[in-house]
Structures are given as C-alpha cells and as structure tokens.
Antibody, heavy 119, light 110 residues
Framework: QVQLQESGPGLVKPSQTLSLTCTVS??????????WNWIRQHPGKGLEWIGY???????YYNPSLKSRVSISIDTSKNQFSLELSSVTAADTAVYYC???????????WGQGALVTVSS | QSVLTQPPSVSAAPGQKVTISCSGR????????VSWYQHLPGTAPKLLIY???KRPSGIPDRFSGSKSGTSATLGITGLQTGDEATYYC???????????FGGGTKLTVL
C-alpha cells in the first residue's frame, strides 16, 4: 500500500517561498501509471488542487496558481517537492501530497502539513 | 465556491442509509470518472470510490457510488458512528484544466 508523508517548515514569512517535500513509500515514484499531486485546504474551506508532476518531470499547474508554483521530482529519493513563491496569509493552509491516476482519479493522500504564513 | 456542488450536511440514524450528491457540468463529471473521499480531521483523506463505482481493496460494500450525466452519488448503508466524517467528490475539469472537488458534506450519524 502506497504511503505519502509531507515534510517542511510549518511557518513561513510573507513574501518568502513555501517549500514542502513529499516522501513516497510502498510504491515507486517512477511508475508511469501515476501522477504526483499537491492539494491544499484553507482553514474551514474546501480542497484546492495545486498541480501535479509526472515521473518524466512533466508538470501541470492550476492556472490560478501557475505563476507562483513549481513542482519537482527526485526519483533517486522517491520524493517530490512543492515550492510556492511570494506567499501571503491567504496561502495559510494544510498542504497534502497525493498520488493519482490519469485525469485526477483514485487519489491516495498524505496526512497533510499545516503551513502558516505569518511574520 | 467549489466547482462541484455537494450538500453541506446530511444526517441519519445508525443502521440507516444515506446518499450524498455531487453535481457538476459536462466539462467535469460529464466527461470524467468521479472519486469519493472520506476525511476525518487531522488524518489523510481516504479513497472510498474511484472510477464512479469501484471500491479499493478494504473498503466495505456498505459504500457505493454511481454516476448519471453530470451528477454522481455516494451511498452508505448500515450507518455506523465511525462513518461520521466529511465526504468529498473529485474529478478533472476540462474547461479549468484542473482537478476539482466538491465543497464537502459533513455526515452526522445521530
């Protein structure tokens, strides 16, 4: 059974870059059947898809965040990472990593990491 | 406001059945499979249903899914207190070029 675990700073200052890493176990991140996603949930709100990366390094981002998002992959460590630049308080959220199939199906999720943007 | 529309809350007594609806458009539910997730605070959202009506290994057959046109439905029978959670539907949207979710439905087992 695949397991995903988010890690990274829980507090980021405004205008800085939020960085999180997702470590995958129980499955190879190089498997061509899957896509590796970042999703977030603002406090008390619904879920927002941020983007995904494929094992080849191809990425696809939510158009609403595209200018600030970068997702990368390290197949040697079975990890993928999120960077979100120029953060504001509106980026405070629980950030989840998840594995999906094509067209955003069948997601298996990590437990989530709370990131607070505050000075 | 979420792209997919779910009722904010539903409730039923233990042992009863409940259904949760998820309404969308041709560009999302109308053109793609729907997945359903169960979310308890502080835990990883759990996959209950994928490809509209398939259950992953380990998910009891009390949980079922269906899709018709631009709407999908999650059904839960034999309700248990442990089913109290927030349930989300999700799929891809061609117009937005993004993964999309419903706003979540909080299930209360009275």
């Amino acid at each position: 059974q695949v397991q995903l675990q988010e890690s990274g700073p829980g507090l980021v200052k405004p205008s800085q870059t939020l960085s999180l890493t997702c470590t995958v176990s129980g499955a190879s991140i190089s498997n061509a059947d899957f896509y590796w996603n970042w999703i977030r949930q603002h406090p008390g709100k619904g879920l927002e898809w941020i983007g995904y990366i494929y094992y080849s390094g191809n990425t696809y981002y939510n158009p609403s965040l595209k200018s600030r998002v970068s997702i990368s992959i390290d197949t040697s460590k079975n990890q993928f990472s999120l960077e979100l630049s120029s953060v504001t308080a509106a980026d405070t959220a629980v950030y989840y990593c998840a594995r999906t199939t094509v067209w955003f199906g069948e997601a298996y999720w990590g437990q989530g990491a709370l990131v607070t943007v505050s000075s | 406001q979420s792209v997919l529309t779910q009722p904010p809350s539903v409730s039923a007594a233990p042992g009863q059945k409940v259904t949760i609806s998820c309404s969308g458009r041709n560009s999302n539910i109308g053109d793609h499979y729907v997945s359903w997730y169960q979310h308890l605070p502080g835990t990883a959202p759990k996959l209950l249903i994928y490809d509209n009506n398939k259950r992953p290994s380990g998910i009891p057959d009390r949980f079922s899914g269906s899709k018709s046109g631009t709407s999908a439905t999650l059904g839960i029978t034999g309700l248990q207190t442990g089913d109290e959670a927030t349930y989300y539907c999700g799929t891809w949207d061609n117009s937005l070029s993004a993964g999309v979710f419903g706003g979540g439905t909080k299930l209360t087992v009275l």
